[in-house]
């Protein structure tokens, strides 16, 4: 099994830049890939960005450009730096990782954007 545990987010105004962490222990040598995904009030959780072992990223549509995911390996640890900022970006936030099949996810950190 994979536990997670994500950084604090918060409140920040439009255009401003936020950056976020989760850090992951226990069977972290069967992580296939990382990535982030957000809750928005009202809605359904919503694929953010995904970093493979290779390297390889990918970003919702709405969010390249602005927001970054990146992977400390030795530090088991996944970033998520967000820029440019929008209230739409409001949601709550998760980290998940893939593990032999199964998904282990975050506890969820919450970023206000406000207008």
């Known amino acids: 099994q994979v536990q997670l545990v994500e950084s604090a987010g918060g409140l920040v105004q439009a255009g401003g830049s936020l950056r976020l962490s989760c850090s992951a222990s226990?069977?972290?040598?069967?992580?296939?890939?990382m990535a982030w995904y957000r809750q928005a009030p009202g809605k359904q959780r919503e694929w953010v960005a995904t970093q493979t072992n290779g390297g390889s990223r990918a970003y919702k549509d709405s969010v390249k450009g602005r927001f970054t995911i990146s992977r400390d390996n030795a530090k088991n640890t996944v970033y998520l730096q967000m820029n440019s900022l929008e209230p739409e970006d409001t949601a709550v936030y998760y980290c998940?990782?893939?593990?032999?099949?199964?998904?282990?996810w975050g506890q969820g950190t919450q970023v206000t954007v406000s207008s």
């Open positions: 998940a990782v893939d593990s032999r099949g199964s998904m282990y």
């Open positions: 226990g069977s972290v040598d069967t992580i296939e890939y």
